[in-house]
């Protein structure tokens, strides 16, 4: 019944070392997207995808990319994580980018850095 | 700037009802959502509003005042698993959420 899915649930890299995050979802949704979130702190948006068209946040580091290969999958790339990036990464799906859409959010991926 | 406030923590008794409020600041309104995030796991759906008026969903109700730029998240009967925080998050005119920090919720015996 997962809707969608998020792996791994936790992440371990090194400080430097390229990490990729990865979503999945099975509802068929036209936007996705990724937040990422730190504790405590309001979910910050890095980037959006309405289907193929990319929607990259003003303040979203560099450091940070993103790929839709198809609908199903959408990946988060870093390129080169800091102490700082070590946070919740939630993807989450909405069927149009619309009023009243609400989300629907994997279950995240928190990632350590060390 | 477009903003949301809400408390950062409150504490209710098992059983007893609790009211979460939200006020916010966008540019254009396309409704007020309210998530439920348990600690270490992904926010979950609770209600929209886009309408001034309360909406009754079981123990949960919500309510929205666009004139005051004012929302409110009541929990009556609470139980132990309602202790989470309860995120405010406003749509803007270009359909971006704005999002609040949270309100965390304890529940105790």
């Known amino acids: 019944d997962a809707m969608v899915i998020q792996n791994p649930r936790y992440q371990v890299t090194q400080f430097g070392k390229p990490v990729t995050l990865s979503c999945s979802q099975t509802l068929n949704h036209n936007v996705m997207y990724w937040y990422q979130q730190k504790s405590s702190q309001a979910p910050k948006l890095l980037f959006h995808?309405?289907?193929?068209?990319?929607?990259n946040e003003a303040d979203t580091p560099d450091n940070f990319q993103s790929r839709r290969p198809n609908t199903s999958f959408c990946f988060l790339d870093i390129r080169s994580p800091g102490l700082g990036d070590a946070a919740m990464y939630l993807c989450?799906?909405?069927?149009?980018?619309?009023?009243?859409?609400?989300?629907?959010f994997g279950s995240g991926t928190q990632l350590s850095v060390l | 700037g477009q903003n949301i406030d809400q408390p950062t923590e409150m504490t209710a008794t098992e059983g007893a009802i609790v009211q979460i409020n939200c006020t916010y600041q966008?540019?254009?309104?396309?409704?007020l959502f309210w998530y439920q995030q348990h600690a270490g796991e992904a926010p979950t759906f609770l209600s929209y509003?886009?309408l001034d008026g309360l909406e009754e969903k079981g123990r949960f109700s919500s309510f929205l005042s666009r004139s005051k730029g004012y929302s409110y998240l009541l929990l009556k009967e609470l139980q132990m698993k309602d202790s989470a925080s309860y995120l405010c998050a406003a749509m803007d005119s270009n359909y971006q959420l704005i999002w609040g920090a949270g309100t965390k919720l304890i529940i105790k015996p």
């Open positions: 509003n886009v």
């Open positions: 966008t540019s254009g309104f396309n409704g």
């Open positions: 989450a799906t909405s069927r149009v980018r619309g009023g009243g859409e609400k989300l629907f």
């Open positions: 995808y309405y289907d193929k068209d990319f929607n």
